[in-house]
């Protein structure tokens, strides 16, 4: 039987890529630059399957072919809001992510910045590293506690819920939820976790904010300046989630006039471009998008995309499709 042919848009894990070579007709990304529109396009007439993660935009025109070779879109990560969802559903395509295996390393990353920003962690590298460093003092970088503190959640799903877990569990934290729909009661107990209706609801009860919701159209600026008014002025925010779902001016206007006590961002509108200003803001913690960059985490995404493909090409309808 012929294999199927797959092209893979950037480097993955070795033991992924072995695997993918011995069952498919594979094309590897070697150089792992990201394709551009028209590569992307032409994989797209060219291969059974294509592989893509979230640095490949997959817009309109991509998809803008009379007739497509690529019938599955076996998405690299759980956000899939760089597809454009209508124009893959015209074309028939299918399109799969991999929910759930990195859902506790997403977690320890917002835990980490939670932990980082209250703590003044960065602040305190960047002194230690510059030579600033002049020895202990009772009133040098004092932070925030975050024990007993309360903590909403925008988006309670598989990594809202880890979060909880953490927080609540380890931290003692009290969990506040807002989630588009009603999240089961059980759900909620896990972590003794009370659901508002509203974002409004939530943010002026919080002193952690941590975003867990999809990114794309729907919730670009869903923090914007109007809610950011609404936290308390010693109140954090985190995005692990997308960089859209904040309006980055508006978040470096609340920054430098220190209506809010700081953020935490492992995610940004455009990355890997920052804005300007976003980096003159010290009571801003940053990461590189490093959510699911742990050994264990992409290994077993890979993996999770070959599941999708094998089943795919078998017949079988994949276990993560979303489209
Ligand atoms: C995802 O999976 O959507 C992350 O952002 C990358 O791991």
Not at 103 to 117: F, G, H, Y
Not at 166 to 195: K, Y
Request: aromatic content about 6%.
């Amino acid at each position: 039987m012929v294999k199927p042919s797959v092209l893979v848009t950037r480097r993955w894990p070795a033991a992924v890529e072995a695997q993918l070579a011995s069952q498919y007709n594979a094309t590897f990304n070697s150089a792992d630059v990201p394709l551009d529109a028209p590569d992307m396009r032409d994989a797209m007439a060219k291969f059974d399957a294509v592989l893509p993660t979230v640095t490949d935009k997959l817009s309109a025109d991509v998809f803008d072919l009379r007739k497509p070779q690529a019938k599955i879109i076996g998405n690299y990560g759980v956000g899939y809001s760089h597809i454009c969802e209508a124009s893959a559903r015209n074309s028939g395509m299918t399109v799969t992510n991999t929910p759930d295996v990195l859902s506790e390393c997403t977690a320890d990353i917002a835990m980490t910045l939670m932990l980082m920003v209250a703590r003044r962690a960065g602040e305190g590298e960047r002194e230690v590293r510059e030579g600033r460093w002049t020895g202990w003092r009772p009133t040098h970088l004092v932070g925030t506690k975050v024990s007993g503190k309360t903590l909403g959640i925008i988006g309670y799903g598989r990594i809202g819920q880890e979060m909880a877990r953490r927080a609540h569990h380890g931290f003692g934290m009290n969990i506040v939820v807002q989630n588009r729909s009603r999240v089961a009661p059980d759900v909620l107990a896990q972590c003794n976790a009370t659901q508002v209706d509203t974002v409004e609801d939530l943010l002026p009860q919080c002193d952690f904010v941590s975003l867990h919701c999809l990114g794309g159209a729907e919730n670009r600026h869903l923090i914007n300046a109007r809610r950011l008014d609404l936290m308390k002025e010693d109140a954090f925010l985190i995005n692990t989630a997308r960089g859209e779902v904040i309006d980055e001016w508006a978040l470096t206007q609340a920054l430098t006039f220190d209506t809010i006590g700081g953020a935490a961002l492992d995610v940004f509108d455009g990355e890997p471009r920052i804005a300007p200003d976003l980096m003159q803001c010290d009571n801003l913690v940053m990461l590189p998008h490093l959510g699911s960059a742990t050994r264990e985490a992409r290994e077993a995404m890979g993996f999770r995309v070959l599941d999708n493909l094998d089943d795919f090409f078998a017949g079988r309808d994949p276990r993560d499709r979303v489209i």
